[in-house]
C-alpha cells in the first residue's frame, strides 16, 4: 500500500481546514412564552423547564 514519502506542509493542511467553520445558530421565538431560544434545546423561563412549546418541569417540582 502506497505511504506518503513526507508530511503534508502546514500551509497545505491549513488550507484544507479552512473551509470547515461553524454554521450560525438557528433561533426561535416561542409562541406561548414569545423568549428567544435556540432550536432542539430545553429553554428556562423562570423556573420552569420548556422544550418543543411545552412545560417539561415545573419550578414548583424541584422542591
Known amino acids: 500500500m502506497p505511504n506518503p514519502k ?7 493542511t491549513a488550507s484544507r481546514r479552512s473551509t470547515k467553520k461553524a454554521g450560525i445558530p438557528t433561533i426561535t421565538v ?24 411545552r412545560l417539561v418541569v415545573s419550578g414548583d417540582a424541584t422542591e
Open 6 to 12: 513526507r508530511r503534508f506542509s502546514k500551509t497545505r
Open 30 to 53: 416561542d409562541a406561548i412564552t414569545g423568549t428567544t431560544h435556540l432550536r432542539h434545546r430545553a429553554y428556562k423561563v423562570g423556573e420552569d423547564l420548556y422544550y418543543n412549546g
